[in-house]
């Protein structure tokens, strides 16, 4: 992976709490976690570990309750609105596990939606759409709706979608949870393949040991803290284990 030294996430003792009624959930207890630009880290964790919450920290989706999130120097919290939503459609790409794309709209449409938002041109966008689409093996799908389209290929728009405006970090959560292995396989090689082009970090909340083989290194959440960290040098020889873990 073209991974470089500069450092693009820095979490400092990031605690989220839920507060529901009388219940008080420590999602998040005092993570540390430092990600360079141009890395692919797994978060890895059970059900419920804190995955999801973490990710929305990083995507400037939600607050910590205690602790600081900087993408790239800037902590999240000293951001006006207006440069937390030019954050969130500019330099960070979203995927989800169930795609979340516009069910009325063309996969061209779904993609260009995020460049009109930033005012593009409509032509400029319409042949920018079709590259990225045309990049992730979808150029003769352009005109179909979601639902003309397999649960593949409809996480193939939304990476081409989170792609749009070239951000510097790619987002997925849980992206191939609703895929078959083969699908989800090939969903991961394009995640990583996206990474090696274009130099862009990813970091993903996954379940599926598939991730592994790309990441450089997975991060394993248990109870809202982080468990160990093991980079891509020392997973081949602890995968046994690794495969243990659900
Ligand atoms: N909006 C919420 N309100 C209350 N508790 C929540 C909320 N979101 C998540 N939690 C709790 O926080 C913990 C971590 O959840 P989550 O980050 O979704 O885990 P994961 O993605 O690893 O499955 C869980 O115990 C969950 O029940
Ligand atoms: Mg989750």
């Known amino acids: 992976m073209p991974k470089t030294d500069e450092i693009l996430i820095e979490a400092h003792e990031v605690e989220r709490v839920y507060k529901t009624g009388d219940t008080v959930v420590y999602a ?19 059900s419920g570990s804190g995955k999801t919450t973490f990710f929305n920290m990083v995507g400037a989706l939600d607050f910590p309750t205690k602790g600081d999130v900087l993408l790239g120097g800037r902590n999240l919290l000293d951001l006006s609105a207006a440069e937390l939503s030019y954050l969130r459609c500019v330099n960070i790409g979203y995927i989800f596990q169930n795609y979340n794309l516009i069910e009325v709209f063309t996969a061209l449409d779904n993609v260009m939606l995020p460049m009109r938002i930033l005012g593009m041109e409509k032509k400029e966008a319409e042949q920018r759409a079709s590259d990225v689409l045309t990049r992730v093996g979808l150029g003769h799908r352009l005109k179909h709706l979601p639902g003309e389209l397999s649960g593949g290929q409809q996480q193939r728009v939304a990476i081409a979608r989170s792609m749009a405006n070239d951000p510097s970090l790619l987002l997925a959560d849980e992206p191939t949870g609703n895929l078959d292995s083969e699908t989800g396989h090939e969903i991961v090689q394009l995640l990583s393949e996206l990474s090696d082009e274009k130099g862009v970090t990813v970091v ?3 379940h599926d040991h ?7 290194r997975v991060v394993y959440l248990r109870d809202g803290q982080v468990e ?7 997973l081949d020889i ?8 659900q």
């Open 210 to 216: 598939r991730m592994l083989d790309v990441s450089d």
């Open 204 to 206: 993903s909340a996954t």
């Open 28 to 46: 998040l207890s005092g993570i540390n976690l430092t990600v360079s630009q141009g890395e692919y880290v797994s978060l890895m964790g059970p």
């Open 228 to 234: 160990r960290i093991v980079s891509r040098e020392d």
């Open 238 to 245: 602890s995968v046994g284990s690794i495969g243990d873990e």
